[in-house]
């Protein structure tokens, strides 16, 4: 999800069921979070979770989005905007603590001590992120 395909999801209609549906996750424009509009960069973007139909989760998962990169599940440019993302939040998900599993944090106690003991993981992951892309700018910042 990016800038752009929020503002399409805006003008989307909804209880759309055919082959040729332009919502075929069936995303109500209502369910997309207010701080997601304020958040996402203009060259940035992320792969978002699908719930259920109807039903997206719009939180940033770091270790998804990272693979996502690595295992180039998405296309160049979709990749080059989940790092470009974390270039420009790099304060949100990084900050003065280590790399966070769940942006925004999750109201889920379960989820302290694997932000706590894991994030060496999800640093190697942003490293090899970039590595794989040839992305070497802010390799500094992540190490």
Known sequence: VDMKKINEIYRYKTEEYS????????????????????WIPGEGGFMIGNLQPGHMDFRFFTLGNLWSVIASLGTPRQNEAILNL???????????????????????????PLVIS????????????????GSFHCLPCAV
């Open 118 to 133: 894991q994030w060496r993981i999800l640093a190697y992951t942003l490293v090899a992120g970039k590595l794989g892309l």
């Open 86 to 112: 974390f270039e420009a939040k790099w304060d949100d998900l990084v900050g003065d603590m280590p790399l966070k599993i769940c942006y925004p944090v999750s109201d889920f106690v379960l989820l302290q």
């Open 19 to 38: 082959m040729d549906a332009t919502n075929k996750f069936n995303i109500y424009p209502e369910q997309i979070p207010h701080w997601l509009m304020d």
